[in-house]
């Protein structure tokens, strides 16, 4: 019975017209979900998922005399901090390292990005366990210059003092790496790589000592002498991933319940719990994982499954450098606790306060659900792409006299030739702008964006007034055209959306109209299409975000290719890819 | 200065006419480490083994061992690492070392394999009752039967070789306590209590940097004399003097007063607030009692009273002191001094600070190893990796050796990946090497079966003076059944550390360390939800479906009215009637009233 009522469903007109209020439908849903994540009915508070971290739990001893020693070491490191060569540098914290007796390990490397050199040399000390079994490793980063540029003179000198300190105890587990790369983007990335032979031998120097597998780092950014009032706790890694929210929670316990300092996440300093609040913090969550970057140091550890965060006091305040050490102090002791890789808690969530989250579960949908709107117009069109064709349709009326609410059972054989032809092509065509902004150098390449986005924005014009006199593609064509478009759309951002949640919510978001346009016939509405469609190319709308966030858009560019180059970065990828082809062919199918 | 020591040894043993006998080796090690060896030995001859009349030998052991058919036993147990770099060669030249967890390897009488494995079987679970360690893990999966690594140490006749098999069997995740060292106590004639065995406490072995507890049984034909069974146990750690000093009452590493700092009093900033620690290059001085947390208790009465039980190894000049009745012996060196002491009374022993720090002349040398081994995982990913074991020949002559490696069977490794890259010694990192064909003498390979036995490699490797090979291979993981994963599954899985044994220019042994391989763990909720997602579907289909099997079907009308029908329909018309009766009688009255 069911089955008779959906074929005879599928002939009825009016489920024929439904898909696009659907897919509007599904678009419009899916942005509310967003809006309403930060309710207390759909946020949860965080919880710590692995008994065995015990976060706060420890008496933390590390105090007293050790300020004199912090003291000593940042006067020694203030006199060459302004060094422009990096040697010097590294030389003395070997020197301190190797007095303590921890053993240390130097690798050099070099990274061609938008024809700049970046060469470093990372300077790393291996803390070995006393009764440990060199099988599992932690990791302290404290990079020689933060994440503002400055140099981070608090942040290294704490990490010298606190080697020293674990080295008395005894009762690590695991081995404790002490890496200090010379700026906060190249060089953990060219050690983490070393450190699980991943990395290219031709720019990358292997690491002459190893340890175990590692399972937590933490990096430390401490450029200022003052005291602090508050921690930011930096979690984003590149391409989106996220470090167990059992780490930023535990890290976030011990600071704020322990310590006494209050933490906080996305430059969110006053938080005050309020919706609008939230919602900023899940925004700028957001942007930033769509963006794809390394905000710090620890990003790079992501990618290989380990889980890290940054530390960055924030502020004036009474919390002074003993404070943020018995906070790493507490930290280490917690990771030191755990027995398995961190594996509780979530890898995939939005915080919106530093104790406040929703898991993939509740905010996935918002994604999907754009997604799923490009599918159900893809399929929606192929269905109408096989439909007879309406001039034909009142022929055949006329002929048959069949009953006007009856839809002809018949489909017409489709020609696929052209139309998949045409999306190959315009996909294929993303390798251009891909191989132009990633091999230019960086004074070329806003010249070379500028002629991409010219040449993008007009070719569907150009076309439309070259091709069409020449040869009109067929409505069927059309219509086969633009939903194998939506169709490949639809399944890329659904897929992205597992990984990388933020970037495929931008896309669907700013391609959705493109799911609406081109359906009717009327010449003003095909104009204003047009227009928006212009508004929302990818071009336009990278010019737009750049001018309204005061950046330079030659320094957005290079910092793409570096993070093509060094990080692996697939946000460029996604864009010219996904985006950019969906977009052409939109436009086209809007002209023709 | 490991030789001299064996030799003082065995001289010992040629004129004792005592057969048991102990030793305590004391060295300190750079950076304030101090290796203390214990050494016990004592033997049996092998009538008295036969007739079960033990003196000096454990009888524990000994009726294991002849029941199991056992004519060798090698067992040890380490926990730590041995920093080659700033310690040298290994105590021993690394004979009594195993791998991190528990390592045995014995000759057993058997005819053939099958045989063998019975009695393997027998003998590992009866030592693991003996020593507390889960010695029974030690299954076909774990056990391999080595070609060129192990040797027989003792004299065995032909025949007796003919029909014996050499088996080893590691457990690299075993951890190694207090328990451990309670029967390894128990075993020695003066069960601990006396001797050099009173100074060992749980506390401070299993705080040592490095710890290793091994028993060597053997069989000893010397010249013209009747064979005898003996026995070894050694134990070798490494204690950090700093932190064996802190009193156990007080353990904790807290931040001493600043006063106490011992600072760099040359540097521009050096204040009252900042202060550059240079108390790295002070060693302390300790005496016995403080460093094993207890004394010594005189003298063992059963040991052979010529070798004297403590020895300390340390240059000339600095100052030793001991305890009143002790008499001192030079070794002939003038780097070892001897004591022989009162039988009744506590010892110690004090070494005191040097004179001149920094002079280099505080310690003994540790002689430089033969070759330097590490070994790690390379790749990332839940389904491929690789394994990379980095070499060094630091001295000037070439170095022949065995390098062994026992594999799980789930660690599946693809020999055809086998690869060795040369490279000179630079101080600097190395870049990349050159692949070199010629430094794999021999292979022997005997692929793994799942679930019935792991992979066993041994390579016979020369590696030239000066010089650094890198070997790798490619490496598969597997995902198991879902009951194969241990309780802390995502830890994932101790690999046993390699075995390198060299041939030439000296034989001596290196181990790796262990590795921890990561491997896919399955979503173990499934169970869960495979249960209650049946368990639902069985429920619905089951109740529809036996519904219209039992259930008699009438129709509407035939059927008894359902009695909750009926009640309600009772209490209608009782409503009813009672609303009619009103109405009838306000119909009357209003009939009433309107007359």
Redesign the interface.
Known sequence: MSRLLALSLRRDPRVQKLPPYLSFLCVLVGLVWLLLLPLDDYARKTYISENALLPGQVHT?????????L???R??LEVLASEEDQTRVNDKIEEILK???V?V????YTYNAAGRAHNGENVYGIL?A???????AIVLVAAIRGLNGQVNRNGVALALTLA??FK???LWSKDIIIVFPPDSETGTQAWVDAY???HD?RNV????L????LQGALALDYPGVDRFSALQIIYDGVNGQLPNLDLVNSVGNIASGQMGITGFIQGMRHHKGTYKHRLTTIFRGMVKQSLGNSWGPHSSFM???VDAVTLQPYGKGFHDEMAMGRVIEGSFRSLNNL???L?QSFFFYLLMQRDRFVSIGTYLPSAMLLAANFSIMAIYLWVQSGQVDADAKKNAKKQTKAPATEVAAVTVERSLVLPVAIVAICHALSAVPLYVLNNTTAPLLPTAFAALAAISTAAPFVLSYAVLPVYKPTQQQILLMKSLSLLVLGMALSTLATLNFSLAFVIGVLTAPMSFVGLSKNESLRWASATLLTLLAPATVIYSAVAGAGLDMGHLLEQASFGWTVWGMYTPIVVWTIWWPAWTISMVSVLC | MQSIFAWLLLLATAVAASDYHEQLTLRPLPLSSLLASFNFRSNTSFSDYASQNFRLFPRSLAQILQHSGTRELHLRFTLGRWDAENWGARPWDGTKEGGTGVEMWALVDAGNDEEADQKWLTLTNTLSGLFCASLNFIDETRTIRPVKSFQPEGHHSEAALARSRLLHGVLPHEVVCTENLTPFLKMLPCKGKAGIASLLDGHKLFDASFQSMAIDVRPICAEGKECVLEIEETIDMVLDINRSRRPKGNPIPRPVKAEELICDQSKPYHSENACFPVDHLASPDWHLEQVFGRPMKGTCPLADATVPPVCIQVPDKRHVFTSEGSVQHKGADGQSRCYTMDENNDFTLFLARPDNTGEGLEVVEPETPLLYAERSLTGYGQEKGGVQAILTNPGNEDVEFVYLESLPWFMRIYLHTLATHISPNTTTAVDFSTPSSDIIKEIYYRPALDRVRGTQLELLLNIPAKHTVFLTYDVEKTILRYTEYPPDANRGFDVAASVITTLSPRVMNLRTTSLLLYLPTPDFSMPYNVIIFTSTAIALAFGGLYNIIVRRFVGADEGEPSPLKVKLAQLKEMIAAKLGKKSEASEEKAAVEAQ
């Not at chain 1, 390990?105 to 050099?108: K, M, T």
């Not at chain 1, 120097?205 to 002459?208: E, F, G, I, V």
């Not at chain 1, 190893?210 to 597998?213: F, T």
């Open positions: 001893y590390f105090s007293g005399s050790e300020s004199h020693v003291r000593a070491y006067s020694e007095g303590l007796g053993k390990g130097r690798q050099s070995q006393p009764r440990g079994d060199a099988t599992e020293r300190y008395r105890w005894s699980h032979d991943a031998p120097a292997p690491l002459p190893k340890s175990g597998a990618p290989y499954h027995l398995e890789h594996h």
